[in-house]
Structures are given as structure tokens and as C-alpha cells.
């Protein structure tokens, strides 16, 4: 490893975590050192450090203590990332934290102001957006070639057994929203740009878990565009695009379909084209959960690159506040009934508006 290489440790080394070590492992030619993991279960812990050849920890102080490191990546249950966050905020490390930010707004702020005060670099692991499939049709949406985009619908609907790698599901007091809805909610930001106020139909199909498994949210984005985004763990599709996300796009010259398999069908000034819009596997990837697993890999790449040239990430903290803020307004919707604005996050809590009833 080349001298001046980022030294980045990982927090939590569970299911989803393996696709960010292989990701940073992967990255060691564009200037990252994978230099240390860390997990409260020691045999998690020791299981990656010996598969990545890297020492291992069962406490995030320790680690934090005795490895020289330039950054953070926090992989564990968002109940404990506030904690963790502050930790490695409080040491100067640059901190990358996995979604949901945090278990609350309250808690998310509190990261954002701590990163704020120390002059600490922020970025939430929101990494729908990075997927290749999505960033070909923001760079579609970019080139003109619809026009202004004034209405879209973004899914991801699958009946894959999610529960089977992480029953906790089954418990959440919030889940399909909280879980999965935030992605979708974040690209429909990507996508259509902030939103003005949300509405939200939730459903509980499955008798065995304990919150909503499927959301229908209506959203009217600042620049008068609406969008349907729709996340489920229900549905009975055959074939099940899992892991995908479908997206259709209409703006005034034409439109973007993104169908099963990666494919984009892009209809401009009266003109059809259909391509194919996937990426190789890695040595690491699976058919199955490539475009996931790509996508966590691309956020990685642009992370390290956004800290390599010390610039903000395209989802810091600050921005993902505002895909925080319209999960919070979505249950509040689904809740009482009625569209909610979301809330506004300016700096400081004293000029923090919160979700409102729309006018």
C-alpha cells in the first residue's frame, strides 16, 4: 500500500457489513488502507479481521484507541450510531455511517452539529443512488433528453424472505419505511429534487411482523413534480426483481423506464432506445444481490474519493437530513391522515421547523 493511503476501520462486521469490507478491500489501488474491523461479537469480529488479514476489536473505543485512523465506517444496528458517531467524531476521525442515520431526528441533528462543531467530515452510506442502474438515468435526466421532469413512480416491491438474514424485521417498531422506503424516498430526491409534503398509505400484510411491511407515498416535490414511491416486503411477483428498484420518469420531451434486469428504455422527442444499464459482477458479487452490492461499492468509491479531495460527500450528513426528515413526515402522514411538510433543517435546532400540516 502506497504511503499517504486513507486508513479506514470498520464498525460492525454483520451481514450487510461484508459488502463494505470487500468494497474498501477492493479500493486499495485508488488509495485505501483497510486497516482494522471491529464487532461487539467477537466471533463476527475475529471472522473478519482473519478473512481480511487486519486486526480485530470487540469495542469501537479500543479500536479507536490504539489504530492510527483517518476514517470510520460504522456498520451496526442505527440504535447505536449516535453513539458511535460522537465517538469518532470527538477523536477528528472522518465518520461514514451507515443508514437509517440514526433512531430518531433528534439523534441525527445532534451527529450533523457534532461533526459541525468539530469540523469533522460527515457522510451517511445511502447507497440506492450509487447503484449503476440509478446514476444512468440521473445522467439521462441530466442530459436533457426528457426535458423537465414533472411526474415519476419509483418501487421496489419484492416478497423476498428478507427476514431469513435479518429477523430482527420481525420486531421493528418501523420497517419497511424505515428500512427500505428511505432509499426510495432518497431517490425520488435524486431524482425530482426536495419535497414540499408527503402523504402516506401504510399496510401491515404479514401477520408476523410487528410494523408496516408495505408504503404507498404520494409526494409533490418543491419544483411542482409528483411522485408515487412505493416500497414493500409483500409482494407476489413472479418474476421477483429483487434486489432492483423500478423506475419510470416522465418529463415534457419523453421518458425513462427502468425495467427488470437493467434495462433502460428511454423515449426522446418521439425517438425509442433500450440499453442495457448493469455492470459486471465482482469477484465478491452475486447475480442475485449484484446491484446492491455494486451499489455499496460505487458509494465506498465516491466516498473515498470525496475525502481523498476533501469535499463534501453528495450524501453528508447535512443532506441526508433531508431524506431523514421525509421518513419522519411519511409515518406522520400515514399516522394522521393528512399530507405532511417535512422538516426543515437549517444548522441549528432553533430554526429547525418541524413536519407541519399542508396548507
Known amino acids: 500500500m502506497a504511503s499517504g493511503a486513507i486508513r479506514i476501520g470498520v464498525i460492525g462486521c454483520g ?8 468494497s474498501w478491500k477492493d479500493l486499495a489501488s ?11 461479537d467477537a466471533g463476527k469480529a475475529e471472522a473478519a479481521g482473519r478473512a481480511f488479514d487486519v486486526p480485530f476489536y470487540t469495542e469501537a473505543a479500543a479500536l479507536l484507541a490504539v489504530e492510527r485512523l483517518d476514517a470510520v465506517d460504522i456498520v451496526t444496528r ?43 467530515w460527515l457522510a451517511v452510506h445511502e447507497n440506492f443512488r450509487f447503484q449503476t442502474p440509478m446514476r444512468h438515468v440521473r445522467r439521462v435526466i441530466d442530459s436533457g433528453a426528457i426535458g423537465t421532469p414533472s411526474w415519476a413512480r419509483i418501487m421496489f416491491r ?27 424516498l432518497d431517490l425520488a430526491r435524486f431524482f425530482l429534487g426536495e419535497v414540499g409534503r408527503i402523504s402516506c398509505e401504510t399496510q401491515r400484510r404479514n401477520p408476523k ?31 421477483d426483481p429483487f434486489p432492483e428498484t423500478l423506475v419510470e420518469i416522465e418529463g415534457d ?31 465478491w458479487t452475486s447475480d442475485r444481490w449484484h446491484v446492491a452490492q455494486e451499489g ?31 421518513v419522519d413526515a411519511a409515518y406522520r ?15 441549528s435546532p432553533s430554526v429547525a421547523s418541524k413536519g407541519r400540516r399542508a396548507q
Open 15 to 22: 451481514f450487510y457489513a461484508q459488502n463494505h469490507l470487500h
Open 30 to 40: 485508488e488509495g485505501v488502507m483497510l486497516a482494522a474491523v471491529c464487532d461487539v
Open 78 to 120: 442505527h440504535d447505536t450510531h449516535r453513539a458511535l458517531c460522537e465517538l469518532a467524531i470527538a477523536k477528528g476521525v472522518a465518520t461514514i455511517v451507515q443508514k437509517p442515520f440514526a433512531l430518531s431526528w433528534e439523534d441525527c441533528v445532534a451527529i450533523v452539529e457534532a461533526a459541525d462543531k468539530a469540523g469533522v
Open 158 to 184: 419484492t416478497g423476498f424472505d428478507v427476514y431469513r438474514t435479518q429477523p430482527y424485521f420481525y420486531d421493528e417498531e418501523r420497517l419497511a419505511i424505515a428500512d427500505v422506503g428511505i432509499h426510495v
Open 209 to 239: 411482523v410487528r410494523a408496516e411491511d408495505t408504503a404507498t407515498m404520494l409526494l409533490r416535490h418543491r419544483s411542482g413534480a409528483v411522485s408515487v414511491v412505493e416500497c414493500t416486503y409483500e409482494a407476489r411477483r413472479d418474476p
Open 253 to 283: 420531451n419523453g421518458s425513462i423506464i427502468v425495467l427488470p434486469g437493467s434495462r433502460m428504455r428511454v423515449t426522446s422527442n418521439g425517438t425509442t432506445t433500450e440499453e442495457d444499464i448493469g455492470s459486471p459482477l465482482r469477484s
Open 296 to 326: 455499496a461499492f460505487v458509494a465506498c468509491r465516491h466516498f473515498l474519493d470525496c475525502l481523498q479531495r476533501g469535499v463534501p460527500a453528495e450524501t453528508s450528513g447535512s443532506d441526508n437530513l433531508r431524506t431523514y426528515a421525509l
Open 333 to 347: 402522514a400515514a399516522e394522521e391522515h393528512r399530507a405532511i411538510v417535512p422538516t426543515l433543517w437549517e444548522g
